[in-house]
């Protein structure tokens, strides 16, 4: 039996929350990145009984199409699988019914759900410095929960919030950000974008490509990308209704 754990974490909020549970569920963990452009996950090769963690943050509500796309190369076998949504502390909407729809036509057998909180990676305000100490000790308790259930061979699916789309989520353009005068043409932004939507030699974004995820503002060693500021206060004030109270993560099982 081996454990996996599958992300896609552009900006490592996501990664954060998987890796709090990851460590309190196995001591040997295989990862597994959906960021990776050029992987070929069609190789991952599972069995009935692994346990996979598969952790994807929560866009608009809905699961990224292109975690969907990688998720979706990955024949399940049958392997347990623990579904972890992040969002940004407005509401995480359909994205664990999506992912539940998506898991079992993979073949996967899920047995847990999770909604957990990472700092939103646009509005950098919102659910700042999330996850906290707070959220690390109720999602070690809800992994103690979580392996409660698998010791005890129940493998019942959980009951999520939502309603599975029956649509792909539509593409909008992109809203990658340009590099300012402090770029120094490192590329390690076009490197490690997870769409290829970065040019090799300017470093300016291909908006048709760009799905808006801001890996591209999180590896940038010198800070030369920054989201439009008009865009971030906009949003902001639209979220800050919307994001007023902290929510809490919860527990599906």
């Keep these: 039996m081996k454990f996996?754990?599958?992300t896609f974490s552009p900006t490592g909020g996501t990664k954060k929350v998987a890796d709090i549970l990851s460590h309190e569920l196995a001591e040997q963990i295989v990862e597994?990145?959906?960021c990776g452009r050029?992987?070929?996950f069609t190789k991952t090769a599972l069995e009935e009984d692994d346990i996979v963690l598969i952790a994807v943050p929560s866009y608009g509500g809905r699961v990224p199409?292109?975690?969907?796309?990688r998720w979706s190369a990955i024949a399940g076998k049958q392997a347990k699988a623990i579904l972890v949504c992040v969002y940004g502390n407005r509401a995480f909407d359909d994205t664990?019914?999506?992912m539940m729809d998506i898991a079992c036509k993979a073949d996967f057998r899920p047995v847990a759900a999770v909604?957990?909180?990472?700092e939103h990676s646009i509005v950098r305000n919102l659910a700042a410095g999330r996850p906290d100490a707070d959220d690390?000790?109720?999602?070690k308790n809800m992994a103690a929960e979580i392996k409660q259930k698998i010791d005890a061979e129940y493998i019942g699916a959980p009951q999520v919030p939502g309603k599975a789309p029956t649509k792909p989520a539509p593409h909008s353009p992109g809203m990658g950000p340009n590099p300012s005068e402090a770029c120094i043409k490192c590329g390690l932004c076009a490197?490690?974008?997870?769409?290829?939507?970065?040019?090799?030699?300017?470093?300016?974004?291909d908006n048709k490509k760009c799905i808006s995820c801001m890996r591209c503002i999180s590896v940038c060693p010198v800070e030369a990308k920054k989201m439009n500021a008009v865009i971030t206060s906009l949003g902001g004030v639209a979220l800050s209704v919307l994001c007023a109270n902290r929510k809490e993560c919860e527990l599906f099982i």
């Excluded at 199409?65 to 796309?69: D, G, I, L, P």
């Excluded at 690390?136 to 999602?139: D, N, T, V, W």
């Excluded at 490197?191 to 974004?205: F, G, L, S």
């Design 115 to 118: 909604a957990a909180l990472a």
């Design 38 to 40: 050029n992987a070929d």
């Design 32 to 34: 597994v990145d959906l």
């Design 65 to 69: 199409q292109t975690a969907v796309e």
């Design 136 to 139: 690390e000790k109720c999602l």
């Design 4 to 6: 996996y754990e599958i």
């Design 96 to 98: 664990l019914a999506e």
């Design 191 to 205: 490197k490690e974008c997870p769409v290829d939507a970065i040019d090799h030699e300017t470093m300016k974004p």
